[in-house]
């Protein structure tokens, strides 16, 4: 390989790495990186409309589970930056949980591409207990389409 190829292929990963950079920073922009707390019919639409992948956590303060799935979830959205994480209190914001029928908590709705993709209702697909690790959570979500399993940056990270 010629040093000319070899400077070729350095100002194509250049050029990888800022387009990479730009797409993290719009997706910090829209709230990428951190579980955002939905507070209004409005601000639902909004996030699945204006996001490629959202996953939505219906919870309840008071469910033991939901607090699990939300330590999960507080892992994985800094990780996932290609994914927006968001958690709805299903009683305090009214009449979503009945718009889509989501009948026990905790529920992960799938949203791509502004529609539901899927829904993962209590925790049968993490393995049907509660102590199941965070890569299992990861390992789902990937099945779904929801996140790239390895990060966007990385190939082997720890969780």
């Keep these: 390989m010629e040093e000319d190829d070899m400077e070729v292929i350095r100002r194509k990963r250049m050029a990888q790495?800022?387009?990479?950079r730009e797409q993290k920073d719009k997706w910090i922009k829209k709230g990428?990186?951190?579980?955002?707390?939905i507070e209004t019919p409005e601000q639902?639409?909004?996030?699945?409309?204006?996001?490629?992948?959202?996953?939505?956590?219906?919870y309840r303060d008071a469910t033991e589970r939901c607090k699990i799935l939300n330590a999960h979830l507080d892992k994985l959205a800094p990780k996932?930056?290609?994914?927006l994480f968001c958690k709805l209190h299903?009683?305090?914001?009214?009449?979503?949980?009945?718009?889509?029928?989501?009948?026990?908590?905790?529920?992960?709705?799938l949203?791509?591409?502004?529609?539901?993709?899927?829904?993962?209702i209590g925790f049968d697909e993490f393995g049907g207990r509660d102590n199941f690790p965070t890569k299992r959570v990861a390992e789902v979500l990937a099945f779904n389409g929801m996140i790239n399993e390895n990060g966007m940056f990385a190939n082997d990270q720890e969780y």
Excluded: D
């Design 44 to 58: 639902f639409f909004k996030f699945c409309k204006g996001n490629e992948r959202v996953v939505v956590h219906f």
């Design 32 to 37: 990428h990186g951190v579980v955002q707390e």
């Design 111 to 120: 949203v791509e591409g502004g529609k539901t993709n899927n829904s993962i």
């Design 80 to 83: 996932h930056w290609e994914t």
């Design 17 to 20: 790495l800022k387009k990479m």
């Design 90 to 109: 299903a009683e305090k914001v009214e009449g979503m949980a009945e718009k889509f029928n989501v009948y026990m908590l905790p529920t992960l709705m």
